[in-house]
């Protein structure tokens, strides 16, 4: 019989303390790295929605038409059976006032939305030519709804950079330099909207070039002084969509009262075709 009391137990194996350092730095690094091309809007992620197969095969845009929706992102930011909406402008941009009629007609026309505040403004006075003083409405707060046609929930987010003039903030009138713009407008949308939103805005106005326009430049760098320009951003289960600049030429409204255009969507805009396209592309994009 073996005698277990002289058998000597064996020695526990000690940890190497040099290696589980460089696996912790190895594992930080790593983090890091996804975590800047993910808000970079360079790393590819999975649809929310599974059964929309057509987003695996997703590549994203080089370049970005002017006046188009486009696809930037095959990625949901809203979550799921969740639709958001951001417009991205300015109070005195004559390309937001524009737009604003067709957004408003969206929602007014097509889904009969009764709990949008808006207030009537003209775009800034000193703009060139027929730009200046467009007739538009200033959408005084975020609101949801129940699209009836797919029963998601659709959330708008308005965003306003600079005030009438360009050269403050829109919230509180503080002076912005001119070789200041653009950055100051980055910092709006920064606190405004999620951090994958402002990535990709961005990416879209400060670093892709504008593809249908000359010089070939991003879109922020198009207009002197250089600044951040109107989009419009819808993200939901079928990915992000981007309108970067106009929805319709602007100075189609120019002359045009406020009056006049709220008369106007009461009777479907007859006399605008070109507002009532507007909002039906992006009700397709919503009804996606």
């Not at 892709?208 to 593809?211: G, H, N, T, Y």
């Given at each position: 019989m073996s005698n277990n009391k002289n058998k000597k137990k064996p020695e526990p194996v000690k940890p190497n303390s040099n290696v589980l350092p460089k696996i912790m730095v190895i594992v930080?690094?790593?983090?890091?790295?996804?975590?800047?091309l993910y808000f970079a809007g360079y790393l590819p992620l999975p649809h929310f929605n599974s059964s929309n197969t057509g987003q695996s095969n997703f590549t994203a845009p080089t370049s970005i038409p002017w006046?188009?929706?486009?696809?930037?992102?095959?990625k949901n930011f809203a979550g799921s059976g969740q639709e958001n909406v951001y417009f991205i402008s300015w109070v005195g941009c004559p390309i937001g006032a524009a737009i604003s009629w067709s957004l408003n007609y969206t929602f007014y026309h097509y889904q009969g939305v009764t709990n949008v505040k808006t207030k009537g403004h003209y775009s800034d006075p000193?703009?060139?030519g027929n730009a200046a003083s467009l007739p538009g409405l200033l959408f005084m707060d975020s609101f949801s709804y129940t699209n009836h046609d797919t029963g998601v929930k659709v959330f708008f987010y308005p965003v306003y950079?600079?005030?009438e003039t360009l050269y403050a903030y829109a919230s509180n009138n503080t002076h912005i330099a001119s070789s200041n713009l653009v950055s100051a407008g980055l910092s709006v949308v920064n606190s405004s909207v999620p951090p994958g939103i402002s990535s990709l805005v961005y990416k879209y106005t400060n670093l892709?070039?504008?593809?249908n326009l000359a010089p070939h430049t991003p879109s922020a760098l198009l207009s002197t002084?250089?600044?951040m320009n109107t989009v419009l951003v819808i993200t939901g289960s079928f990915g992000t969509y981007m309108l970067n600049g106009?929805?319709?030429t602007p100075t189609n409204i120019h002359g045009v009262t406020i009056t006049a255009l709220e008369d106007a969507q009461a009777n479907g805009f007859s006399g605008y075709?070109?507002?009532?396209s507007g909002a039906s592309t992006i009700e397709s994009i919503l009804n996606k």
């Open positions: 930080i690094g790593a983090v890091l790295i996804v975590t800047v006046g188009s929706f486009t696809e930037i992102s095959n000193n703009e060139k950079m600079y005030n892709i070039d504008i593809s002084p250089h600044h106009q929805l319709y075709p070109y507002i009532a």
